[in-house]
């Protein structure tokens, strides 16, 4: 499937469940940053390239829904945290929005119990990053920015 | 399990996540009708008959779950959508308040992916209509119908 | 794949192994109105409506094969029944000859063993309606007439 | 399921397929006798109890189905061959016809291939009998006549 | 692992999807009682033990998430009901926090669905009772109160 | 493998466990008649046929295999019960006596849970008999006494 | 199934095999106290109730099936430790006394090895208490008492 | 095991069902010639060659299974088609006759559905020739004829 | 995918590991001719038609995957051997250099270990011939020549 | 895990069921050594080498437990024969008096029947000998006597 | 497991097989660009940062092996291609030297075949970067740079 | 099968992919000799009972097949590492020599990853010895030549 889009302007970031919580708790899993801290720095990255970058985080899954297919952007860097292995409704609702979009992990989701090994969104994707910190996000950041040029 | 019921006049229709979108985007699998425009014609259908119809859409499991048990009605019709395949709570509302109901699908989900074979609510609702388009819930609303006299 | 077809007359019916006794044994699952009734009941149907029904009833998978290859008509509403879990010549014989088809059941096959639960057509077919007694073959007449027009 | 019966007169033995060339080929497996000389056997017997004893070989899964549900019998014994582990059709006629019903195998199917190793009927039948050879036969007819005393 | 914990205050219980109707629907499976009577007798308890009982009941996956990870407690009991065997969100959430926490269900979950064997939070609790009514509920409290002496 | 055997005098019946309140409790699975009465039975026909037969019934496997492997006789009938699908033991020592054996079952084990579909023994045996009720121990006992002359 | 009774007198406590070493080894797992600590403390609680307490431990499958089918005994506590995962004769000897029964685990059989995780009786016992230590047969033990009034 | 035989005389070819509507339709899988124009090429081939080849085509299992066992022929060359996944009686059939037999595919069954993948027959016949249109009859027939030298 | 050539010259025969020792060992699986035997016999039929064969024999995954992709060729006829089962190298060479491909087997891999069924290059190759011993290689240079003109 | 001893003086060696009859039968699977043959060399070589030696033979799992955790020993060999694939009851005992294991077979088990291929011991004790007869003991003692030093 | 390390010097690249024809056959899935400019671009980007970066490409499984173990090197970026899936000797190389490593991957494997889904490395690196194209390697070395820092 | 053989004088001890490195890494799992030291201790013993010992090691799978193949002994013991589990290859070799061979591995293999449980020579050497560091080499050893004697 070809996918082609011109220079555009806004990138959405989506925090899934527990990720609120981030830099809090479980520090050598997940690291020690906020996510404020985090998103902080993606904002800041995406204003020097020109871009606009918002950011949301929900721990209901039906809410993500709605900002996938509600909201207005032209990129979409997911970490559907632990929706990533049961919600069909967000691949339904990546589907349907047609928009490039990158899934990241924070963690090495391979490590990790069994279950977290399959995942609902990457085959629908263009790419995965997992496993490289709050890097993982900000390299989705260079290339949905790189991909956009 | 004996089921019985007198003739009575509500039925309510639910649809799943992402059905608000109907009609916008994917036309080619969900065909090129707007969710609004699907209900004014199955109300206009139970007003031939004689019967109040209620709709309902929600993103969000929760919701879906409470409007199934919180509600007064007699009859159900249920396009559960993504939640076909993941939802044990929306299958535990449906036992609980035993109500005749009927599960609707847009598209085949047999030509789909793997996972949308499973419903997860087949084997405790009355029976299933699947992949007629628009014609799945406009039949279902005739059996809900014809079942009530 | 598209599919479109002209207005045409012809609607043909079939009934798989164990049908001819519908009535007869088992109605707590099956109902109690006999082949001959339900036969009579879709041809007035269809007659209302300006199309030809044939009906045919086996208990040989090689007859009901034959049946759908060599017969001539426009549509094809089918019950395999037993057939339904293990007949991939069945199967064939409904790819090779590309009618629009809908599939049906009287019971609720969830419900029932677990190997009922999986059927060699439904992913070839149009759609599938499930566990509305004979209310599913006269479901699926409808579908047909509307679907042709 | 509680099951009763008075005392009655006819018992019907079916045969499946390649059982019509009994003793003619693969005499280490099936035994050196043929299926004229059992059923005489099997008559001799019945006779001796007073009981009718009918005997039918097919090797069409249609036939047998036909057969089944449409025979007028009180007790059926059954040697389903190779249809033992594929045939849901002949499942379903033996439900339908609700008559007491023995399984039974010449070989011991449990010590041949892995698919042998499934029969679609044994959890529908009073019992089963395997490996005796034509014992397995004989043995079958003892206990339809003691349990119709 | 090794977990110690001085005495303290307070207990919260969770109460999953579907709980707000019990004592009112299929009490053959869950009881009579309503979900306030069961609360009152749990509270009523903790205080004779000199202990703050908070209850929660919702049938959204994202507020249970987010009441585990916002509130401040140090004893967690929770009936996950549907979720039990699909959240993985809820799972990460108890995860997080690391308060022990015990998991209780009213009935026994072996006897029925297959699918209702199978628990995503079973190994990251201290224990789990099932099947024994409010029961469950009770003894969980008496080992809170118990293990936090 | 070729078996043959001239006339002897003694077959062995064991009964496996929980076997010894047979008669007592669950009689609508089990029938109503007692072990000894039944052992009874099975000794008087073996007397008019000119045969000694010994019955043991033990719960321990071990003491099963030991019966098995010290023993002198020239026939064995077996009802390993619950040990049949999970004793690698007493297949081993049926293995090394090498002796013609028959496995009975009193109840169809194909009605009942799934797990007991297995039989650790079936194709090591001569062949089964399941289902029959008292009967499975005397048509299996006919057998020995057939084979034999 | 309904199930009732009027209060009785006495309730039988079974320990599986290696739990007669309890307290001397592996207590990171198990805990420290001995098995006679923890029979002493079932027995003085029981004792406070008004009720007489058996105990019994054996590492022998044979063993602790006789004792449940020939001892008498109004309510049973069994931790079948090993043999839960892998005894039908314990399961078929529970079944057939049809006496209220609860399965308790001592440590958290869901955080250990995977063949763990199955228990062959989990669905024919009222309900089941794990991973709270001694904790585990003390609840039990207030379950029993409670039930029976 | 060894299999020799000497030169003879007659080839006998199976068509399996839906062959009979070769060349008619799905011409993109199957090829544009029908069976007539293959049957005669296999002909003339056979008699330039000295043999005598029939050919035959049936829907029917049962049929099939007694043309394989009822006739006389020195070679078998087959396409069981839908057959090939389902039928274990015709693999008893040709097991029985033991005659030199070749598997013959049109279409390469391993780019198709899952289910096509598995053949009954494979493991007892002497090869198969998948995949290359009518090519996989002809060389199916010099090898025949090669084997036969 | 549409395939299409014009008359070529070159056919390079791959013969993967083990095939060296061809006619040396295992005479009754593999016959009783050497690879040099093999390889003079097709040269000849393919000289005889004007073309020209190169044939090749690795023990080395590596090397053969080099040969696929470094040398000028116009048709491949490949016996990967026990690479058939495990080298997805050799897969990816065959995909990445679209030349029409005939997978072949000296022996009947359906009659040997579980772990010879799968292939992981017969969904990518035209067709595949197996069991024919030499004669697998003489007919897959009959097509390669047959497809060509 | 570390784990390191002092030298010590007794080795136990533990045969499970139906190795009491070595030699005796089945001599082309076991060898035409007796148990007490054996016994009598791995005492001998046990003495040269300054170590008491204690055998032990049971048929019964609870013996068998009973006998490693109740004795005073400082390695132990064990061949669990038909336990080995079923006792978990074995298991725990060698688990919870941690001492240093080795596992022995007489017979190659991936020879044999596909369930003897799983050991459930095999991950926890130090190492595991198979397939070299009574040497597999000897090897076993050899590494005993070594890894003491 | 903490990983913790100083500035270093060298990066090593590896490509797996197939790769060194990049650009030249299947585009429209790996790209336009060669594995020539590929490597200049990392080169180039590596000297800005004051890296030096080693290139290497095979498709021998050893020669990959070898090089991961033998050369001096500080963190490892790999795209071991079709051994992603197959090779334990490569998962046993990286583990044995201990370097941080990426996995990358040029396509997004998870849109492929099903077998591409099971990396044998993912649960032992650092994280993984799949399906961004040549983005992929560069988005690692930016990594690698970040995470020596 | 029969194997005999008389007295011979050269062994072969093969080692697998990343053997060259013993000692040197992951020591706590492989022991802290290095493959020098074990060959030179292999070879004084072979030396003392009078047999040449030649030792070869590689990470190739081809060059393993063809010193399998190739060499002159009489004996082989192997340890494949990562081949183990792969290699189709390396098992084809071991049955086309036909040589008396013992698998053996430095550490327990059970005690690993799952994949690692699964040998593909198991079923065709003598026997196997896992889990003793250096002595399963030296064990195999003493085995070789006890075994010529």
Redesign the interface.
Known sequence: MKRSWKKKNKILVIH???L??LGK??KNIYGDFTISELNLELKKIAHQHNYILETFQ??????I??KI?NSNYDFLIINP???T?????I???I????KPT?EVHIS?I??REE??RK??I??I????????GK??YI?AL??AI??QK
């Open positions: 899934g469940p527990n609120h919580i708790r479980e929900s721990n209901s899954e039906g809410e829904v709605e297919s945290a632990a929706y292995h049961t919600s069909v409704a691949r339904d609702a589907l349907s929005v047609e990158i090495n391979y490590k279950f977290r995942s609902l990457s085959d994707v263009l790419g995965t990053i997992t496993g490289l890097l993982s390299l260079y290339a790189k991909l």
